[in-house]
């Protein structure tokens, strides 16, 4: 018999209706209106109508351009690419509406690096950010941005310009209706903060740390712990043993002595103190530039190609645009948004790129407090100076202070304290940079006037590669170069409490690293030593890049006494290895002679026929590139075991120093520290590498016919979305590069080509350009990553230059918008 | 039933314009209203949410007509580490479950205790 339902009583019935109603309604609006963990306000962010749903209906490109301050009418026109050509009348105009298209195309990108710099993360992102926000602003990128805004005339064209610029990205600010506002500030809950000039310098000091902030002192102070300076000194070399420089010299490449003095051990035991070093050393910011004196070329005109390696992003850290001011400037190129300047690209005369020079431009000084804990001064020359001082305070989304900390600053620059060290670092970076130096060089009509324009450049100092349509061609490495104290060293810390150590200007411009028109008729630069040091001494810097790309390109362009522009697009994704050319006969070698000697595992004889096999090539279905690059690796960690620990913990010396050590076989640095009674030699360490590397490869990927070891499955590019929503990055992207290569692919493959850019100047301009992901940040946007495919392939798009709105062909031409000046208020 | 079904219809329309000129919290609002009104009659909470989702789905059909609203909902889903249906499946249930459980409540309450 069923058991009768028991009825609960009409109250409690009622009690439980309201009370389940009450609660679903409760927490429907507590989501609704607040945040919950990562989730936005639920209520606001799925609304239909003004919620995140409207990103999707966002329009691709602007139909108005509305700047109340617009003095002129102003004509833009997108092309195929989404690239606008901005006809103004004015210089000022033209920035407002550079301003307001970076703005409607990039506007969290804007806001997001200004907050990286100035450590003002956690404000969006929350507590987890703080450290990061600390270390920004334990650089004073912010403060010294500050300053040079607050030193800058206003009557200046920069400031004029900064001006004009902000008030173009806070027209499109002040328009943003609910429905327009950007994907991340909708998953962020947050809208957008007002623009002000001087972000413009905030996102300056930005790339100025990403370029030029290289502590090799630290580096070098701890090596010295691990090692003994005698090795560190030669680990950390002042002149890079293998001479490739970018100022062409005679009898180079050269291979020049440098004997590695054995390690001293034991280690001191200081292992656990150690910092953990950066995991990813190839990662180093890198790029290539080369320009072809027309006697070299098909046409017999001066070509330029250059492709500057960054970190890689979605979207990029590019947009492109072309900027005409009768009379003024007329040049195409690609701009950061958040600054109004063409960094790289050309105008009608005139094309221009960049590499990093990687000098030596900060120091730091031990200093002298009054008080370790809360100084106020600190004593130079036995004399009390006080020190500047700053509040910074961290707070989170709610507007909370997370913490608060404060910044001192020498006159040489930011204090950090640590491990009873206080430290002052002077750093060129946080002194006046001079980006009109840049825009002033975009007007040039001739090489010269370029190089003199760039005379006045001071940081980050920029290997300047760049051509005429006269067929001049040249570089300049620009920038503030500091003139040490006699007898001193950039890698080594200086004692603060004397103003002897402190720098005693910078060299004069007639001493920076230059050539133009050199015999062999063509210059290149990939981050190598710029100067020969037989030709000129002049300590400009110490642990230079390793050579390989600038080998490669200097092999190419020798080798090609007729270039065309699209020789110069094939280099830029070139598959060719000098780093390959080195090391592979090195291993073939040392498995032959283990092999004569009896000593050669099996494992070492099947790799090394494997690997004699290999053309050298990294081309995506190369199946031979992954054992050798398994193979370096082996070859590093066994070679480099005394970094296993110490103070120097996950340190891996340049694979030039590994290189210059295979001339040395009985080196100590050969010996495997693992193996107490045994001193392993050069030929043991190279062969079982190897082995290592071909049983990984096996283990790993299968057999090395199998079609597991196909180049392109195993090295990817990753394009991360600055937020790291893989839903909004592009990853796992296969490429035809590697390490060392002139399409450079490393470590988590998160660095790259950012911008690839080829000119030719003839009687027209004509250009070609391309960089992984598109001209619009909206994820949904045709222009979010339109480019990759073609990035990828290494081809690139032909750029349309016109020279009027009218003269842009019909079939390239995507919309065109009238910018009209708007009164306040109107519409 | 035909008299319910355009109870319904208008109902969403409602809710749907309250949505256009005042914003999502609008909707718990009309709900409550209409549960308010309807107190005694039917289902009121289950016709309010129904009308919710209805409402949605006419405004996200208006903004799918002028951009990929699935495109974006798959985007969400990605950025929400869930499959691309959730992102819209919850911008139906979220309104249903607002109106609907405004709808009782105010229904509830409008009854003035259990003996109402």
Redesign the interface.
């Known amino acids: 018999m069923a058991a009768r339902r028991r009825r609960l009583p009409?109250?409690v019935?009622?009690?439980l209706?309201?009370g389940?109603?009450?609660a679903?309604?409760g927490a429907?609006?507590v989501v609704?209106?607040r945040r919950s963990g990562p989730l936005p306000p639920?209520?606001?962010f799925?609304?239909?109508?003004?919620?995140?749903?409207?990103?999707?209906?966002?329009a691709e490109v602007p139909t108005r351009i509305a700047v109340p301050t617009l003095a002129d009418t102003v004509r833009v026109v997108f092309d195929d690419r989404a690239v606008p050509h901005v006809f103004a009348r004015n210089e000022a105009d033209a920035a407002r509406v550079l301003g307001y298209l970076h703005a409607w195309f990039r506007l969290f990108q804007l806001e997001l690096q200004t907050r990286v710099a100035a450590g003002r993360l956690a404000e969006w992102l929350g507590p987890s950010l703080l450290g990061f926000d600390r270390q920004q602003r334990a650089l004073a990128l912010a403060w010294s941005a500050d300053r040079e805004y607050e030193r800058l005339a206003p009557e200046s064209r920069l400031a004029a310009v900064l001006d004009a610029y902000a008030e173009g990205v806070n027209a499109r600010i002040a328009e943003l209706g609910p429905r327009d506002l950007p994907?991340e500030y909708r998953?962020l809950a947050t809208r957008p903060a007002a623009w002000q000039p001087v972000h413009t310098l905030y996102l300056m000091k930005r790339m100025g740390y990403t370029l030029a902030y290289l502590p090799d002192e630290l580096t070098y102070e701890r090596l010295v712990q691990a090692v003994g300076p005698a090795a560190a000194a030669a680990l950390l070399p002042v002149n890079s043993p293998i001479q490739q420089p970018i100022v062409p010299s005679p009898r180079t490449p050269r291979v020049d002595t440098l004997i590695l003095p054995p390690p001293v051990l034991p280690l001191p035991a200081r292992a656990d103190s150690a910092v953990a070093w950066d995991p990813d050393p190839d990662r180093r910011d890198a790029s290539n530039n080369w320009v072809v004196a027309p006697w070299r070329t098909a046409d017999g005109h001066a070509l330029l190609a250059g492709d500057p390696h960054l970190d890689l992003s979605l979207p990029s850290i590019w947009f492109e645009a072309h900027l005409v001011v009768p009379d003024t400037f007329d040049l195409y190129g690609v701009t950061f948004p958040g600054a109004p300047l063409v960094a790289i690209g050309f105008n009608r005369n005139v094309a221009w790129s960049f590499t990093n020079t990687g000098a030596d431009v900060l120091d730091f000084y031990e200093e002298e407090l009054d008080d370790p804990v809360r100084p106020s001064r600190y004593r130079v020359d036995g004399a009390w100076r006080p020190l500047e001082s700053r509040i910074e305070r961290y707070r989170g989304p709610d507007g909370r202070v997370l913490a608060q900390d404060t910044l001192y600053v020498t006159h040489r620059g930011p204090l950090r304290r640590a491990d009873r060290h206080a430290r002052s670092m002077r750093w060129t970076v946080l002194d006046a940079q001079n980006v009109e130096a840049l825009r002033e060089a975009g007007r040039a009509r001739s090489v010269v006037e370029w190089l003199t324009a760039m005379e006045g450049f001071r940081a980050p100092i920029q290997n300047g590669l760049v051509a005429d349509r006269g067929g001049d061609i040249a570089v300049l490495a620009a920038g503030a170069y500091p003139i040490r104290p006699p007898g001193g060293s950039g890698l080594s810390v200086w004692d603060g409490r004397t103003s002897a150590s402190d720098w005693q200007g910078t060299l004069p411009p007639a001493r920076y690293p230059y050539a133009r028109n050199p015999t062999q008729g063509f210059l290149a630069s990939a981050n190598q030593q710029p100067l020969d040091p037989r030709v000129d001494p002049a300590y400009l810097g110490a642990a230079w890049p390793s050579p390989w790309r600038a080998m490669r390109i200097n092999q190419l362009l020798r080798a090609d006494s007729s270039v065309t522009p699209d020789d110069m697009r094939r280099f830029q994704t070139d598959p060719g290895s000098a780093r390959a050319d080195w090391f592979v006969p090195e291993f073939l070698a040392a498995v032959e002679r283990e092999a004569a000697a009896g000593h050669a595992s099996e494992d070492a004889r099947t790799a090394a026929r494997l690997l004699a096999a290999w053309d050298r090539r990294y081309t995506r279905t190369d199946e031979r590139a992954v054992l050798f690059e398994y193979a370096m690796e082996a070859l590093d960690g066994r070679t480099w075991d005394e970094f296993a620990t110490g103070p120097a913990r996950g340190y891996s010396p340049s694979s030039t120093i590994l290189a210059i050590l295979l001339r040395q076989p009985a080196n100590r640095w050969w010996d495997d520290r693992r193996t107490a009674d045994v001193l392993e030699t050069r030929d043991v360490v190279l062969s079982e590498s190897l082995a290592e590397g071909y049983r990984r490869a096996v283990t790993a990927l299968g057999p090395p016919d199998g079609g597991g070891w196909r180049w392109d499955r195993v090295r990817h590019q990753n394009i991360w979305h600055p937020l790291r929503?893989?839903?909004?990055s592009a990853l796992e992207i296969p490429v035809q590069g590697g390490p060392g290569l002139l399409n450079p692919s490393a470590g988590s493959g998160t660095h790259g080509a950012s911008w690839r850019m080829v000119v030719e100047l003839g009687p027209d301009v004509r250009a070609w350009g391309v960089y992984p992901g598109g001209q619009s940040g909206n994820?949904?946007s045709a222009w979010y990553t339109d480019r990759l495919p073609r990035w990828v392939a290494g081809e690139l798009d032909p750029l349309p230059f016109p020279a009027t709105p009218d003269a842009l062909p019909a079939d390239r031409r995507l919309a065109e918008v009238v910018a009209v000046p708007v009164p306040r208020g109107g519409s | 039933m035909r008299r319910h079904l355009l109870l319904l219809v208008v109902l969403a329309l409602a809710m749907a314009v309250a949505?256009?000129w005042l914003?999502?919290?609008s909707v718990?609002v009309v709900g409550a209203a209409w549960g308010a009104a309807r107190r005694g009659e039917g289902r009121p909470?289950t016709t309010a949410g129904v009308a919710a989702a209805l409402a949605?789905v006419g405004?996200?059909a208006?903004?799918?007509n002028?951009?990929?609203?699935g495109?974006?909902s798959?985007?969400?889903?990605?950025?929400m580490?869930a499959p691309g249906w959730v992102?819209l499946l919850?911008?139906l249930l979220?309104?249903a479950?607002?109106a609907?459980?405004?709808a009782?409540?105010a229904g509830?309450?409008q009854?003035r205790?259990?003996?109402a």
């Not at chain 1, 919620?51 to 966002?58: E, F, I, S």
């Not at chain 1, 929503?725 to 909004?728: E, N, P, S």
């Not at chain 2, 798959?74 to 950025?79: F, H, Q, S």
Request: glycine residues 14%; proline residues 10%; positive net charge.
């Open positions: 009409a109250g019935r009622y009690g209706r309201i389940t109603a009450a679903v309604l429907g609006l609704g209106f639920l209520g606001p799925l609304d239909p109508v003004h919620g995140v749903w409207a990103v999707a209906a966002q994907l998953l929503f893989r839903a909004l994820p949904l | 949505t256009w914003g999502w919290w718990p909470a949605w405004l996200l208006l903004v799918a002028r951009g990929p609203v495109e974006l798959r985007t969400l889903g990605g950025v580490e992102p919850l911008a979220f309104p479950l607002l609907g459980s405004a009782a409540l509830a309450l009854r205790g259990p003996a």
